[in-house]
Structures are given as C-alpha cells and as structure tokens.
C-alpha cells in the first residue's frame, strides 16, 4: 500500500491527551523490583520491531519511490542517481516505462469522485506506471473521507485495471469563498480571484507531488463525464510539450444539446493585445465575456463532429480541464501563475508562459472530452417553468376527461 496523506495540521490541531499516571514524574511510583527488568525487556522488543519495521518500509520505498530510471550511487546505501537527460519524454511512453503523474485539484467534489476514479481506473496507459496526486481544498463536504476511500481501493491488488503504483493526498486551504455554484465560478467579476488562487493551488500540488522519475504530468478535472480510456497514449502521440483536447459539455435538448465549454484555450489576436495595454498590470483578463473583447480563436468553435481527431492547431493559451505536459517544462520554471502575468492567471498563463519559454503547445481541433452540465440559475429557472407548464397541461387534459365523461 502506498498511500500517503499529508494533512496541513498546526500544534492546535494535535489531538489532546488525558493526564495518566504513566505520563507523571518518576517520583510518584511505588518501588517494583521487578519493574527494570520488566523496561529493559520491553525496551529491547521495541527496538527489534522498530528494525523490522525500517527494513520493511525501506525495502517498500526503495520499490515505489524511487521508481524507474533511478540507479544507487556506489558505496552507499540509500543515495540513488537519476540522469534527468533520460526523462526527455517519448511520443510513446508506455514503450519506454515513463513514468506519470495524474494531478487532479479538488474542493467540494464528493459527488463527482466516483465518476472520477472510474475513468481512472479504465484508462489504458500501465497502472503500475502512473502515480495519482490530490490537493484538497477549502472544502465542507464529505470530500476527504471519500477520496481516502477510493485511493485506498486503487492501490490495492484487486483494483479495476490494476493498482496504481502509489497515491498522495494533500491537504491545502487558500481562504476560497468564492461558491461551487455554476454561476458563482463562472461570473465575471470573480474570474480573476478564482483563477489566481487556482493556479496557486495547481503549483502547491504540483511542487509536493513532481518526483525525479515523473517524465509526463496529466491535470485532470473531477468533473469530466466521458473521455476515451487512450486519452494519455492519444495526447502524448503528438510529441507536444503540452497539449489539450477539446472541450464540450452536453445540454438538455431544449437548450440545444451540445455547447463548447472550456473557452481558455485560445491563439492570441491583435485586439486582445492591444486591450492588454490598456488594462492595469494586476487585471486578468477574462475570456469568452463580453466585458473583455478579445477576438481570439478559440479551439472550441473549431470543432467539427466528424473532423479528424489528429487535426492540432498551436495555442496560447490553455484551459486546465485536461492537459499533459512533459514534466521537463516544469522543471525548466513554467508554473501556473497566482498572479497576472501578461494580464493572465492559472493555465491561460501557463500556456503563454510556457510559448515564452520555447516549448510547443497545442491543441486537438476534434479530439474532444466531455465536461459534466451544470445548470444555471437561468436553466433552473426555465426548467421549473418548464415542468409548471407541463403540470398545468396535464392539469388541463384531466380536467376536460372528467366534462367529456
């Protein structure tokens, strides 16, 4: 079992114990004869099961963590080696054993985490290769109890597709009060806020989680409903050193049934350019509203159902429902900013830090996942319309049998 959970704990959340007699000074116990012999005994039965246990932790770590393409040092016993010039990152990575690492931030996600480990479990790139990384968050929920839960029966032997190689639960709050409410993350007036702190979380798990052996990091949103099982093996095809698929969510027909859903990932335009010189150095701006004209194509609307699902295109920026990246471009200093940088923050900013730098972002015009719907409160309210009209309906149809009859 390699599940490790990393509490954020202060000295006022240790727990508290009750005075007992064998915590009180020395003084305050009668003389036994036998009480020394009785210590020297146990001390020595603690010392062999505390030998037996490094061994067996040691032996457990040196398998897991140390991970593949690591090498010990002559002459010493705990000092391994690892040549970062051979985690560069294949096209195909499941051939050559690299490593991955799944980042996936959470806050309030207990509905969604079944969904989530179920497309983990069903992924096709080796189980055995891929570690998993959670950062909790300002959360209320029931969320930490049930990701332990799920972790847990992933690593283990029996688990759907295999178990995963090893499992890290952080926990991290940032002083969000920005709602889960599908308008209260996606008003505008609280974009800018709400990505500088996400990206501060994507860097504290990421930071806390990245290992020398990891050649490839996917940030995945809990909240996907339906992705291909291939989606590592298909993005990392593309020998990009970050890439994402396409974004849509499913509507109910009345609403049209289908709608692009992640509108931060972009090419840069002029006019975007231009309105970045007039804003403030500390103004992110916010894509896809209209308080913030941009004009910039946008990988979504590029979307053709029956289009070419290796059809890619570069980009600028970048949205953070499903991205891999090479962990070199990380390694070099790209992050996700919690701050403006060039008027951007979180993965928008990633995407343009990481262009700066010289590295190759993309996008799949066609390849596309699928991001849960979240109604409204426009759509909630058209659908209490909705079914007051139908009730009134059926109201009515009644009510006629009876004068027919």
């Known amino acids: 079992m390699n599940l490790r959970i990393v509490p954020g704990l202060g000295h006022k959340d240790l727990p508290k ?5 064998n915590y009180e000074p020395r003084s305050k116990y009668h003389h036994n004869p036998g009480r020394s012999g009785r210590v020297a005994r146990n001390i020595v039965l603690s010392v062999l099961t505390l030998l037996c246990f490094v061994v067996f932790i040691n032996d457990d770590v040196k398998s897991t963590v140390v991970g593949l393409g690591s090498s010990p040092v002559p002459g010493t016993e705990n000092v391994y080696f690892y040549d970062l010039n051979d985690f560069e990152g294949h096209p195909n990575g499941r051939d050559h054993d690299e490593r991955l690492l799944i980042c996936v931030p959470l806050r309030n996600a207990e509905p969604v985490l079944p969904m989530l480990f179920e497309h983990l479990h069903n992924m ?12 909790v968050s300002d959360t209320d929920d029931n969320t930490m109890t049930v990701l332990k839960r799920l972790l847990d029966e992933s690593l283990k032997k029996n688990a759907p597709g295999g178990p995963f190689n090893q499992g890290t639960i952080l926990e991290k709050d940032f002083g969000q009060v920005i709602g889960q409410g599908f308008d209260d993350r996606h008003g505008v007036k609280v974009q800018g806020a709400r990505r500088k702190l996400m990206g501060k979380a994507r860097n504290w ?13 996917y940030w995945r949103d809990a909240d996907i409903e339906t992705a291909p099982t291939t989606i590592i093996e298909d993005l990392m095809k593309h020998n990009q050193d970050v890439i994402v698929p396409n974004v849509w969510r499913p509507l109910p027909e009345w609403l049209g049934s289908e709608q692009p859903y992640d509108l931060n990932s972009w090419q840069e335009s002029g006019a975007a350019l231009e309105l970045a010189k007039t804003l403030d150095e500390d103004e992110v701006i916010v894509e896809g509203y209209a308080e913030y004209a941009t004009w910039r194509p946008h990988l979504a609307y590029f979307r053709d159902a029956n289009g070419n699902v290796d059809d890619l295109i570069e980009l600028d920026g970048i949205g953070g429902v499903s991205i891999l990246a090479r962990s070199k471009v990380f390694r070099h200093g790209a992050n996700f900013p919690g701050f403006a940088f060039e008027n951007h923050a979180e993965t928008e900013a990633f995407g343009k830090m990481s262009r700066k730098m010289g590295f190759k972002v993309g996008g799949l015009l066609h390849y596309t996942v699928w991001h849960q719907y979240e109604p409204s409160e426009d759509d909630l309210k058209k659908m209490k319309e909705m079914e007051e009209a139908k009730l009134k309906k059926t109201e009515k149809k009644k009510a006629n049998k009876n004068v027919n009859a």
């Open 124 to 135: 096709t790139y080796p189980h055995h290769l891929t570690d998993l990384a959670f950062l």
């Open 205 to 217: 798990l990421l930071s806390a989680s990245l290992q020398p052996y990891h050649t490839w990091v």
């Open 17 to 21: 114990y009750e005075p007992r007699q």
